[in-house]
């Protein structure tokens, strides 16, 4: 080694003796909450007077569980009155501070951010009057701040945790003020390391709202929810509605509208349910708080105390299935779950698919007690499964996961769901009217059989929201204009109808509807008989109906005619079917004749004779026979008039004008 070399030696090794080392960089809470997006407390841990009085004891093999599971943020609630004393310095026992850093220690070698806070301190939010003890309080975080100040900025400090007991609470006034002293002091030697404030009261959204904002550019604004209460922390009910989705996303829009104002980032430090809550409603809980967390921007961390909140099986080393949502939960997750025992022996699963990003959907089942095994692997874009003959008298759960291809993507899941499969006694299916419906005939569409919903129709959601015809059945049914209508069709829906068929032979069926847009579209299904997919049409408005045709052989006897909707999101009203045969003359005169539409109205006993650009004069009905049943005369000569209809069946109407002559079947 040359002098010059010695000298330079010398040079930089003295430097890196004087100088501090950076061993880390700097964060912002910006890029702290961008990298914080999936958290758990370890709640009840660190918290009760001795550490394993409320949860087990903290291990080390838990981190590794968070890190695998895939969480990048553990708050890590900590009590320190039981281990501070009551005089001045308030010095805490320097074995408490060692089993913290520790715990803290575990959590940044892994890499993953850590959050500890002051918890349970419930001396100070009670008696904060008394200036000795804020000032423990200012004494406690100064130790901590002073012991942690080289710690990677992966550790976050939160000041104070719920200010306040079930007793008393620090004021709007006094909150602000102990957040700013404590802040004061933390900044002696933690210049930069990010610092978590909360409202007063239980720490809720609308106290974050009301908090003075100190002038710092190292913050965290926290809140937390269980929300709604009654379902969340007492577990009564059920959650999952439209609304209930509504009111939680404006708590979040206005902590999201506060967070812009101000330019802080926002922790969701506590969410959840408890355990005993109804499970399903669970499950959605849990996924709406993940994907608004992940709609909104903030961090989530999911409250986690090994009891009435357990997430993970601490002693077991396993996870609830809770752990999934929190990790796999997104915007792109499956919603609309439902499962429900259907038809004869069938539990049906179904969904709405809400991305095109993925492969193939897998369905994993399990019985209660039981762990998830994969059941199937079905086609990307399919929305529903049938467990066919399961087990009776079980409980089954099922999750929907997309999978990818590519295995650097990872899978979304969507809320796991259960359902009770009973011992299975088929319903008893009975026509509407009593006996099955005569083809060649009409079909009114309210008259679907008897039976119940998943047997001889399918509808998605509960009661009969038009309440016109038939209101204890779950299918929507308005009437409009004197007309019976099923409405508020959704996709997938069905309706059954038994009919008689006359004789095996090829039948025209009139399929009407009404949608002022169209494009909703719809088959038949009649045995294993099944129609191409038909488009409603566009009509004049929702009581005008309009026919789509189609044509399909029946056989003679006694069979069940299905109509479904395959795309309903162009909505429509489905009125009737009319079955005709298709090889009777529908249209004989003249090829000169009269040009006119039979339009029956069963619930008036009517029917409306219509022309298009002239008078009827006169209507005669004929059966098929020949035989004149009844005749009528047009006495004010307009191009349309109503007469009475005849009994059901087949009929040929006669309509003239002058010589124009035109005979249509009728079938009614």
């Known amino acids: 080694m040359t002098h010059n070399n010695q000298l330079l030696y010398v040079i930089i090794a003295t430097i890196l003796l004087v100088s501090p080392v950076v061993a880390f960089g700097q964060v912002t809470p910006e890029e702290a909450v961008a990298q914080m997006r999936r958290g758990i407390n370890m709640g009840n841990t660190l918290e009760p007077p001795y550490e394993g009085d409320w949860a087990p004891k903290a291990r080390e093999y838990y981190f590794d569980m968070y890190r695998d599971a895939g969480f990048d943020v553990v708050r890590v609630p900590v009590r320190w009155d039981e281990h501070t004393s009551y005089s001045s310095p308030y010095t805490i026992q320097e074995s408490w501070m060692d089993r913290v850093e520790q715990i803290v220690d575990w959590a940044l070698e892994r890499d993953l951010y850590v959050v500890i806070n002051a918890h349970h301190e419930d001396w100070i939010k009670e008696n904060y009057e008394d200036k000795n003890l804020r000032d423990r309080f200012d004494s406690i975080w100064s130790q901590v701040a002073t012991r942690m100040q080289n710690k990677s900025e992966k550790l976050l400090f939160e000041i104070l945790n719920e200010p306040t007991t ?55 604004g926290s809140f937390h929810s269980y929300d709604p209460y009654l379902f969340g922390l007492e577990g009564k009910g059920t959650w999952g509605s439209a609304n209930d989705y509504k009111e939680l996303e404006d708590k979040f829009k206005s902590v999201k509208n506060w967070s812009e104002e101000n330019n802080i980032p926002v922790f969701l430090g506590e969410f959840g349910s408890l355990r005993e809550c109804h499970y399903n409603s669970r499950m959605r809980h849990y996924q709406a708080y993940v994907e608004l967390s992940l709609k909104y921007g903030f961090t989530p961390c999911a409250w986690d105390d090994g009891g009435n909140f357990k997430i993970l099986e601490r002693n077991d080393r396993e996870w609830d299935e809770v752990k999934d949502i929190l990790i796999y939960g997104s915007m792109e997750s499956p919603n609309n779950i439902q499962a429900f025992v259907h038809q004869d022996s069938i539990i ?89 419906i005569p083809v060649p005939g009409t079909i009114e569409a309210e008259d679907f059989d008897k039976g119940g919903n998943g047997y001889t129709y399918y509808d998605k959601t509960d009661g009969n929201q038009g309440g016109d015809y038939r209101p204890d059945e779950d299918v929507d049914i308005y009437n409009l204009d004197g007309i019976n209508y099923i409405g508020g069709i959704i996709s997938e829906e069905w309706y059954e109808y038994s009919v008689e068929v006359e004789e095996t032979d090829d039948y025209n069926i009139e399929i009407y509807t009404t949608s002022p847009v169209g494009g909703g579209t719809y088959k038949i299904l009649v045995a294993n008989n099944e129609s191409e997919i038909l488009t409603a049409p566009a009509t004049a408005d929702w009581f005008s109906p309009i026919a789509t045709t189609t044509n399909m052989q029946l056989t003679q006897g006694l069979n069940i005619v299905r109509f479904t909707a395959v795309d309903a999101s162009a909505k429509f009203n489905f009125d009737k079917m009319v079955f005709s045969s298709a090889n009777s003359l529908e249209n004989i005169g003249a090829p000169d004749k009269l040009v006119f539409k039979v339009v029956p109205l069963p ?66």
């Open 166 to 220: 079930q007793e008393k609470g620090l004021t709007i006034e006094q909150n602000n003020e102990l957040h700013q002293r404590a802040l004061d002091i933390i900044r002696k030697n933690n210049p930069t390391r990010i610092v978590i404030f909360q409202g007063h009261r239980w720490g809720g959204s609308d106290e974050l709202l009301q908090a003075a904002i100190p002038d710092d550019p190292y913050l965290l």
């Open 348 to 436: 049906r699963v179904a969904w709405n698919n809400r991305t095109e990003d993925y492969d193939s959907i897998k369905i994993e089942r399990k019985t209660t007690g039981g762990t998830y095994q994969k059941y199937v692997v079905l086609e990307k874009g399919t929305t529903y499964f049938n467990d066919i003959k399961p087990e009776m008298e079980k409980t089954y759960h099922y999750r929907i996961i997309l999978n990818h291809n590519d295995e650097t993507k990872k899978p979304v899941y969507a809320p796991p769901i259960k359902v009770f499969f009973p011992e299975w006694v088929i319903p008893e299916r009975i026509p509407f009217n009593g006996e099955a």
């Open 603 to 668: 619930h008036q006993s009517k029917i409306m004779i219509r022309a298009e650009n002239e008078n009827i004069e006169k209507v005669n009905i004929y059966n098929t026979s020949g035989i004149l049943i009844n005749s009528f005369t047009n006495k004010n000569k307009l191009n349309s008039f109503i007469v009475d209809a005849p009994s059901k069946g087949v009929y040929l109407i006669e309509g003239i004008n002058g010589t124009k002559r035109t005979v249509q079947k009728i079938v009614y």
